[in-house]
C-alpha cells in the first residue's frame, strides 16, 4: 500500500492539515497517521472508508488503483470536518457528547438522521426517569 501512503499524504497537505489536525478530525491517533504515511502501517477497511469519506474520494483512490476521485458528493453540505452529513444531526451529536450519558450513541453511523438520534436520546431519558 505504498500508494496509499502518498495519497494520503498529498490529500492530508491539500487541506493544509498537520498531521496531528488530520488526527483529530478523523478520531484516531497521530501515530497511526504518521504511520500510515511512512508506508509502515496500514489502516483496516474501516479506517480507509473513514479516510475516504473525509476526504470525499473513492476508496480505490486512497489505494492508489484509480487516479480518477468519482466519489458522490453527499447533497447536504457540511461543515470542513464535519463528521455527519445532515447538520441537525450533528447538533443533536454534539449535544450528547458534551452530555455523558449519551455517549453511547456514538457507535451510530455517521448517515444516521437527527430524528433516529432524538428517539433514542428520548428513550434513554426514560429509562433515566425511571431510576
Known sequence: MADFAKVLRLLRNEKGLS???LAELLRISKS???M???GERQPNFETLEIIADFFNVDVDYLLGRTTKTTKVIHPVQQPEGSWYLDDE???M???M???PEYRV???ASRKVRK??????????????EDD
Open 115 to 128: 430524528d433516529d438520534i432524538e428517539f433514542v436520546k428520548q428513550m434513554l431519558d426514560r429509562f433515566k
Open 89 to 91: 444531526a450533528r447538533d
Open 32 to 34: 497511526s497517521i504518521n
Open 36 to 38: 500510515y504515511e511512512r
Open 105 to 107: 450513541l456514538f457507535d
Open 93 to 95: 451529536a454534539q449535544f
Open 97 to 99: 457528547l458534551d452530555n
Open 19 to 21: 498531521q496531528q489536525e
